[in-house]
C-alpha cells in the first residue's frame, strides 16, 4: 500500500516533470503579460490585503448561469514562494468568499502555471482544506478544476481520506475551456493570458491526427417570442402591450405575493434543468405557472437570469464608467449623482429600472424576515444590473457597483421620485 509521504514524494516528482515540459519552448510564466493585469495598485492602497490581491490570483468574475457568484483562482498567477506569504494568501481567500459564502457560488480553479517555485506545500493544502469549515462548503456548489494533470490526481488521493463524499461530488474536471461555456457565463470569466495560450496548445496536440470537426452552423434569428438573450428593446418591439418584458412582470407579481417573507430570497439557486425548462418556455411564449415549482426560488433565479442574459444591460453600457466613478463622490452626494445617472437612462430603460428597483425596495423592507437587507441584494443585483461593453467585471469594479445598486434601493424614493412604474403600487 502507498503511504502518504509516498504520494507527497510522488507528487512533487510529478510536477517538477510538468515543469520540464513546460521548460520547453514556453515563455517563463512570470514573464508573461496576462489577459487580467491585476488592479492597479492604487486602487488596492486601503485593501486589507494588498500585498496578496495586487497579485491577481483570486477575482471574482460575475456569475455563472444560473446566478450562482463565480470565483476564480488562477495559478499562474502565484509569484515565487518567497515572495508571497501563503498564510496571508489563506487569509485573503477566506477573506472573499466570506462576502460570498452565505448565497451559493461556484469556484474555478486554473491549474495550468502551478510550478515547484510557486506551488503552497501540501501542509498548507491540508491546513487551508481543514480552515474551511461547513459555512464555506455547504453553498460551494461545482468546484471546476481546469487543465487538470496527473499531479492534481495525486494531490486528489492524498486528501481523499479527509473529504466528503458529497464534497467529492461537487468536483468536476474540465480539459478545454471551451467546456466551461456549457456551465458558466465564459465572457465574464477573467482568464489569464497564459492559460488561454495554454489552451490553446492543448487544443493543436489535440487536432493532430483528429477528424476535422463539423462545421458550426450559424446561429438562428431570436424567435419572436424571444425573452431571454436578447435586448430590452426587441422585447418591447415583439410585446407591444408590454411596457415591462412579461418574464419580469411576473416573475415580480409572483415573488410579491410568495416569496417576500423567504429567508434567502435570490440566494439560493434551483435545480439547472428546471430553469432551462422554464427558459424554454418563455421563449416559445408559452404559459408559465410557479405555482407548480412550490418553491419561490425558481421564479427569482429566472428573474436574475433574464437580467444577466439581456443583450445590453438593463442600466446600458453607456453609464458604466459613470457608476464606477460614485467612489469620487462625496457620501452626502451619492444619492443626487445616482438620480442623475438613472435619469439619463433612456425612457424605456428607466421605466423597467424603476419597476424593478421599486421590488427590491420592498423586499428590503421585510429584511428582518428574508435576511436580505440593500447591501444583501446589492451584492446579488450589481452585476446582473450593469456591466462593461467589452471584458469582464473586475474585482474592484465590484465595489462601486454594489455601492451604486446599493443607494438605488435603500434610497428608491429619492432616486426615482414619488411615481411608481405602470401597474405597481408604492410599499
Not at 443583450?311 to 457608476?323: C, I, K
Not at 438605488?408 to 424614493?413: Q, S, T, V, Y
Amino acid at each position: 500500500m502507498t503511504s502518504l509521504s509516498d504520494l507527497e514524494h510522488l507528487a512533487e516528482i510529478e510536477l517538477q516533470e510538468e515543469d520540464e515540459e513546460e521548460d520547453e519552448g514556453e515563455t517563463c510564466v512570470a514573464d508573461a503579460p496576462s489577459s487580467s493585469s491585476p488592479p492597479p495598485l492604487q486602487s488596492l492602497a486601503s485593501h486589507p490585503y494588498c500585498d496578496v490581491a495586487r497579485h491577481g490570483i483570486i477575482q471574482v468574475s460575475g456569475d455563472d448561469n444560473y446566478g450562482r457568484k463565480l470565483i476564480t483562482f488562477s495559478s499562474c498567477c502565484l509569484p515565487p514562494s518567497h515572495q508571497l506569504n501563503h498564510r496571508r494568501l489563506l487569509e485573503y481567500l477566506k477573506y472573499t468568499l466570506d462576502q460570498y459564502v452565505e448565497m451559493d457560488y461556484i469556484l474555478v480553479y486554473f491549474h495550468h502555471g502551478l510550478r515547484s517555485s510557486n506551488k503552497p506545500s501540501l501542509k498548507w493544502l491540508r491546513e487551508a482544506y481543514g480552515e474551511f469549515d461547513r459555512k464555506y462548503k455547504k453553498n460551494l456548489k461545482t468546484l471546476y478544476v481546469v487543465h487538470p494533470t496527473n499531479f492534481i490526481r495525486i494531490v486528489w488521493n492524498i486528501f481523499k481520506p479527509l473529504i466528503s463524499q458529497k464534497f467529492g461530488k461537487k468536483l468536476m474536471y474540465v480539459n478545454f475551456l471551451d467546456e466551461l461555456r456549457e456551465h458558466v457565463n465564459y465572457e465574464q470569466l477573467i482568464i489569464p493570458a497564459d492559460v488561454v495560450r495554454h489552451d490553446e496548445k492543448l487544443r493543436e496536440a489535440q487536432k493532430s491526427g483528429a477528424p476535422a470537426p463539423a462545421k458550426t452552423p450559424p446561429p438562428r434569428p431570436p424567435l419572436p417570442t424571444q425573452q431571454f438573450g436578447v435586448s430590452l428593446q426587441y422585447i418591447r418591439e415583439k410585446n407591444r402591450e408590454a411596457i415591462i418584458p412579461p418574464v419580469m412582470r411576473q416573475t415580480v407579481t409572483y415573488l410579491k405575493e410568495k416569496g417576500l417573507r423567504t429567508e434567502g430570497l435570490f440566494r439560493r439557486s434551483a435545480r439547472v434543468q428546471l430553469i432551462k425548462d422554464v427558459q424554454k418556455l418563455y421563449n416559445l411564449g408559452k404559459p408559465v405557472n410557479f405555482d407548480q415549482y412550490r418553491d419561490v426560488h425558481v421564479a427569482a433565479v429566472i428573474l436574475k437570469t433574464f437580467l444577466r442574459e439581456l443583450s445590453e444591460p438593463l442600466l446600458t453600457f453607456r453609464v458604466y464608467n459613470q457608476v464606477l466613478d460614485i467612489l469620487n463622490v462625496e457620501s452626502i452626494l451619492r444619492v443626487t449623482r445616482c438620480k442623475q445617472i438613472v435619469e439619463s437612462l433612456p425612457e424605456h430603460h428607466f421605466i423597467v429600472v424603476k419597476y424593478l428597483l421599486c421590488f427590491l425596495h420592498m423586499v428590503s423592507q421585510e429584511s428582518i424576515a428574508n435576511k436580505m437587507s440593500p447591501s444583501n441584494l446589492a451584492c446579488v443585483f450589481g452585476v446582473n444590473l450593469v456591466w462593461p461593453r467589452y471584458g469582464s467585471i473586475s474585482l474592484t469594479a465590484l465595489t462601486p457597483i454594489n455601492i451604486f445598486a446599493e443607494l438605488l434601493i435603500e434610497h428608491f424614493h429619492t432616486v426615482f421620485g414619488s411615481r411608481c412604474p405602470p401597474g405597481q403600487v408604492m410599499p
